[in-house]
């Protein structure tokens, strides 16, 4: 069963706290998760941030809308109990409590900053996916990181053979391969135009070398690609191998470097850009937004 959002969890939390007592964060996670019926590897499953479990995020956010709500209270760090309006809203058997519902109560208004009415379209949108902030933003992030992705590649393949040769060399660098930027280039040995050859330390001791190939092609690189730089290996005493493309590798090309004994990484197209992304290779920053919470160990009193 897949994670639920966040609004199906409102009600089944409220049920739980109905008993009067106060009940943990934790415990409660626990108790919901086996309520649904979440595997462990649901249970598990992450944020885009890989900060903190999905789960566990949804909970937090159906928590807090109940006590925007007033359905909810804590009275203590780490435990939360059902007021008596939470009380009242159990003894009118709601089939469900998502957002909807709980803008009847003006407390809830005032913290959504909606009319009781309606809501704007984006926010309808995020009720229809049922996503928490962090995962709205998250998945804001990561849709300017595809777009990102897709420009960078039109950019690369639209560069001179010269401009990629270098721009690999820079990667490599970044990377921590090489050593310097210098060292780096005095070992790339250019071989003809369409791309770059050559041997680099694989760290900066040079306690291993690696075989790099970049090729800035259109089309999909097949296994005979593959195969022959497998080849060149030999010939320059070199037991990995990196073999960089604009475009995309066959399954049998991927399939292949899985059987042989040679270490070879295929880099695409779009795991090129990645790196480019994550290593600040052609990109720049334009905003930083620090999301922060309530640091509860301040608030300990001694």
Known sequence: ?????????????????????????????????????????????????GRQAKFDNRVGWAMTHLKKAGCLESRKRGFFSVTARGLQVLASNQIEINDTFLR??????????????GSGPREKEDQRRGGTPEETLEESCQQLRRELVEELLERVKSCSPRFFENLVVDLLVAMGYGGSRQDVEQAMGRVGDDGIDGIIKEDKLGLDIVYVQAKR???????????AFAGSLEGQRARKGVL???????????????????????????????LMIDHDIGVAPVATYVVKKADSDYFEEG
């Open 104 to 117: 009847q109560f003006p407390e809830y208004v005032e913290f959504k900053g909606v009319s009781r009415q």
């Open 217 to 227: 092609w259109q089309s999909i690189v097949g296994r005979p690609v593959v195969q």
């Open 244 to 274: 960089f493309t604009t475009s995309e590798f066959s399954q049998e090309a991927r399939e292949y470097v899985t059987r042989i004994e040679k270490k070879i990484v295929l880099v695409a197209g779009d795991q090129l850009a990645q």
């Open 1 to 49: 069963m897949a994670v639920p959002d966040f609004q199906s969890i409102m009600l089944p939390l409220l049920t739980l706290a109905g008993d009067g007592q106060e009940h943990s964060y934790r415990e409660t996670i626990d108790r919901l998760a086996d309520e649904f019926q979440l595997s462990e590897e649901d249970r598990r499953e992450l944020l885009g941030s």
